[in-house]
């Protein structure tokens, strides 16, 4: 997002601190040892009954706090809650489990050196008074926690934190659970958090996003604490309106099925040449490229299949032509084509793109993505198994005009009549022996427009 941070803290820099919190809280006589099995405690919990270790003496509360600090036999059978409310209506308030063994995993950044941990509802509400944070930004799932959380800083008699929730952004098809994108990662259905399917702030970066769109489209949200699940639509239309005044224009035919057309008439050119072209047709500040102009040209197999004999076209960035001499094969191997560089570009039905076939292509693959599930909204009893799209990805080799040989990573371009795309790879960026039997090439990333919200 382009934001750099004063200093980056972590929760395990306030271990000790949090542990002698804990000592704190005990020895006052608001927080006591429990071993009661998992399966007991939660229906304890539910019917508002009291732990039978709820009134130990603090002195034994200290004594197996310190045995589940060594991790010894004793010390893994318990945890310590705090000693809030057995029956209070908000179950959050219940005598919250504060601390917890676990000897099984090292910690990544303190290794083995403590055997039991705080648990998130303890520690968030300490390390944000002891850091100086003025105001906790919470999303609205964690409102019944709003009061657990200001018992602590109360309890302690910490500096107090401002609480401001808001509610959660959904979209549809979409899922954020952390877990639940996690499995998708681990079991390879994507490429990593940064795969431009996955609806995290580096995936749709990767895909395209950029920072100004995506703050601008925050900051038009608000705090609201409604919660909503919106279409990616108006997502990427934001960002369609930010990148359009500045893509620079390239040109590109898919190499499948390519057709070569022969260009005809008296101003067809005796030999090639290259002209300077706008890189916008609208701005130019964007700067120019190069267009290379030739008596034999590359277009696409779509486009000459919709084509009748005699039907005039318009070739972009060229002018007009008569088509000629349609072969009823199937594929379209080859056609002619008559200029009319007199004709009027207005009249014409069909505008299309081409590449001088003499010309250094630069290779390509073109890759668009759908959405990760085929339903809107997932409920809670769903299994995401049952709703996961098989295809989300798909590539089409191509050919690019010489032109976008200096492209590189993270340029955003618009190939004319596809689309607007990022440069996930440029030439440039393939380390030796990485790019395979196709040689190096261009990785482009479909970036949706917010007509019909990300494929």
Request: aromatic share 10%; glycine share 6%.
């Given at each position: 997002?382009?934001?750099?941070?004063?200093?980056?803290?972590?929760t395990s820099?306030?271990?000790?601190?949090?542990?002698?919190?804990?000592?704190?809280?005990?020895?006052?006589?608001?927080?006591?040892?429990?071993d009661?099995?998992?399966e007991t405690?939660?229906?304890?919990?539910?019917?508002?009954?009291?732990?039978?270790?709820?009134?130990?003496?603090?002195e034994?509360n200290?004594?197996?706090?310190?045995?589940?600090?060594k991790?010894?036999?004793?010390?893994?059978?318990h945890?310590?809650?705090?000693?809030?409310s057995?029956?209070?209506?908000?179950?959050?308030?219940r005598?919250?489990v504060?601390?917890?063994?676990?000897?099984?995993?090292?910690?990544?950044?303190?290794?083995?050196?403590?055997k039991?941990?705080?648990?998130?509802d303890?520690?968030?509400p300490?390390?944000d008074?002891?850091?100086?944070?003025?105001?906790a930004?919470?999303?609205?799932?964690?409102?019944?926690?709003?009061?657990?959380?200001?018992?602590f800083?109360?309890?302690?008699?910490?500096r107090?934190?401002?609480?401001?929730?808001?509610?959660?952004?959904n979209?549809?098809k979409?899922f954020?659970s952390?877990?639940k994108?996690?499995?998708?990662?681990?079991?390879?259905?994507?490429?990593?958090?940064?795969?431009?399917?996955?609806?995290t702030?580096?995936?749709?970066r990767r895909?395209?996003?950029?920072?100004?769109?995506?703050?601008?489209?925050?900051l038009k949200?608000?705090?609201?604490?409604?919660?909503?699940?919106?279409?990616?639509?108006?997502f990427?239309?934001n960002?369609k309106?930010?990148i359009?005044p500045?893509?620079?224009?390239?040109?590109?035919?898919l190499q499948k099925?390519?057709?070569?057309v022969?260009?005809?008439?008296?101003?067809?050119?005796?030999?090639?040449?290259?002209?300077?072209?706008?890189?916008?047709p609208?701005n130019k500040?964007?700067?120019?490229k190069?267009v290379?102009?030739?008596?034999?040209?590359?277009?696409?197999?779509?486009?000459?299949?919709?084509?009748?004999?005699?039907?005039?076209?318009?070739l972009?960035?060229?002018?007009?032509?008569?088509?000629?001499?349609?072969?009823s094969a199937?594929p379209?191997?080859?056609l002619?084509c008559?200029?009319?560089?007199?004709?009027?570009?207005?009249?014409t039905?069909?505008?299309?793109?081409?590449?001088a076939?003499?010309?250094?292509?630069?290779p390509?693959?073109?890759?668009?993505?759908?959405?990760l599930i085929?339903?809107?909204?997932l409920?809670?009893?769903?299994?995401?198994?049952?709703?996961?799209?098989p295809n989300?990805a798909?590539?089409?080799?191509?050919?690019?005009?010489?032109?976008?040989?200096?492209?590189?990573?993270?340029?955003?371009?618009?190939?004319?009549?596809r689309?607007?795309?990022?440069v996930?790879?440029?030439?440039?960026d393939?380390?030796?022996?990485?790019?395979g039997?196709?040689?190096k090439r261009l990785?482009?990333?479909c970036?949706p427009?917010?007509?019909?919200?990300?494929?």
């Open positions: 997002m382009g934001i750099r941070p004063d200093s980056v803290t972590y820099d306030y271990f000790d601190y949090l542990y002698e919190m804990c000592i704190r809280l005990i020895k006052e006589g608001h927080a006591y040892a429990d009661t099995d998992q405690m939660r229906d304890e919990r539910f019917k508002g009954i009291a732990s039978k270790r709820r009134d130990r003496s603090v034994e200290l004594r197996i706090f310190e045995e589940m600090k991790g010894s036999e004793e010390g893994l059978r945890c310590i809650r705090a000693k809030i057995v029956d209070n209506p908000n179950k959050a308030m005598d919250p504060i601390y917890r063994c676990n000897v099984e995993t090292p910690h990544h950044r303190t290794g083995t050196k403590w039991m941990y705080p648990t998130y303890f520690a968030c300490i390390v008074s002891y850091e100086g944070v003025t105001h930004m919470r999303s609205t799932e964690y409102t019944d926690r709003n009061p657990q959380y200001q018992w800083q109360d309890t302690l008699k910490l107090k934190v401002y609480i401001w929730d808001f509610a959660r952004m979209f549809i979409t954020l952390k877990r994108l996690a499995k998708l990662v681990d079991t390879g259905r994507v490429w990593g958090w940064d795969d431009p399917r996955m609806p702030i580096r995936g749709i895909r395209g996003m950029t920072i100004n769109a995506l703050r601008d489209f925050i949200q608000g705090p609201s604490r409604n919660i909503v699940t919106m279409d990616w639509t108006t990427w239309a960002n309106k930010e359009d500045i893509a620079p224009r390239y040109t590109a035919v099925d390519v057709v070569k022969t260009v005809t008439g008296a101003e067809a050119p005796a030999e090639p040449y290259k002209s300077e072209k706008p890189l916008h609208k500040n964007v700067g120019t190069q290379v102009y030739a008596s034999e040209i590359l277009i696409d197999q779509a486009d000459a299949k919709s084509f009748k004999d005699g039907e005039e076209i318009t972009m960035s060229w002018g007009n032509a008569f088509v000629r001499n349609i072969p199937d379209i191997p080859t002619t008559e200029l009319n560089l007199q004709g009027d570009v207005k009249t039905e069909k505008k299309i793109t081409w590449l076939s003499n010309q250094k292509l630069v390509a693959e073109l890759w668009d993505f759908d959405y085929t339903k809107d909204v409920q809670e009893d769903d299994n995401m198994e049952d709703f996961l799209n989300t798909t590539m089409d080799d191509a050919w690019c005009d010489e032109a976008a040989a200096v492209l590189k990573k993270d340029d955003i371009i618009q190939l004319e009549r689309g607007y795309y990022r996930d790879k440029g030439l440039d393939w380390k030796d022996g990485e790019e039997p196709k040689g990785v482009l990333f970036i427009t917010g007509k019909t919200g990300p494929k």
